[in-house]
């Protein structure tokens, strides 16, 4: 069979229909959801196809409190969720962006607005703003804290790289390069006036997260930017 034929490319790029776990990786850039009458909160816009009885159901990532307000004030990052639920197979992605899938047991993880994907209908969400950058940056803006059991899945440009934070050691980030942290951890704003002074107040690297005490932070190889608001 030529290397270049139809079937060839078929048989190469065909979904892999062995693959049955609720939150699945179809590839290294695309989730694949079994859903059996299950509900999963997945990002807008992130569905590339779907087989089976599905129903997609626009909602902010928080359906109380200040949702709206997210809505008018984000810079692209992402807050808006689709519930999605019924029963057949979903496939997601974000601009070939890697997708990780991680297992919460009864924890607590802190995401980047616009590195979230999907998790489950179990976790719970909260939305919070960091106002120190609000204003200044173009991203970086939301944090979501993601709590409870179930999956969770988040994206990175690039291979992600995760740093440990130790007593007494902390470590500075790049708002625009920082994709998660442990729960117990709770990031401050430090800014590098010299920084700020030689290479103008918009830049990334005046701006820094600085995370104390104990626990992780992964960061991937690319300052994401934000498109505009959805």
């Known amino acids: 069979m030529n290397k270049y034929s139809i079937r060839s490319f078929i048989e190469e790029t065909a979904q892999d229909e062995s693959k049955n776990d609720f939150f699945q990786l179809e590839s290294t850039h695309m989730l694949e959801l ?3 009458n299950q509900t999963v909160m997945l990002k807008k816009g992130a569905m590339v196809a779907y087989t089976g009885n599905i129903k997609f159901e626009r909602e902010g990532m928080l359906s109380k409190g200040i949702g709206n307000l997210l809505k008018k004030t984000m810079s692209g990052e992402g807050t808006t969720m689709m519930r999605t639920s019924g029963t057949g ?3 997601a992605a974000d601009f070939e962006k890697r997708v990780r899938i991680l297992y919460l047991e009864n924890e607590a993880i802190n995401v980047n607005g616009n590195d979230i994907l999907a998790h489950e209908n179990s976790i719970q969400s909260d939305v919070k703003m960091m ?8 991203g970086g803006l939301f944090q979501v804290r993601l709590a409870g059991t179930g999956h969770v899945a988040i994206t990175t440009h690039g291979k992600p790289m995760t740093l440990l934070v130790k007593p007494g050691q902390p ?3 790049d708002p625009n390069a920082t994709v998660a942290w442990s729960g117990n951890l709770t990031p401050t704003i430090k800014t590098d006036i010299s920084l700020k002074t030689f290479i103008g107040r918009g830049s990334g690297e005046s701006f820094q997260m600085m995370f104390e005490g104990e626990g992780w932070v992964i960061v991937q190889p690319c300052e994401e930017v934000y498109g505009a608001p959805q």
Do not use: D
Not at 131 to 138: D, E, F, Q, V
């Open 171 to 173: 470590i500075f980030t």
């Open 89 to 91: 197979r979903v496939y």
């Open 34 to 36: 079994n859903i059996n």
């Open 131 to 138: 106002k120190s950058i609000a204003g200044i940056m173009g």
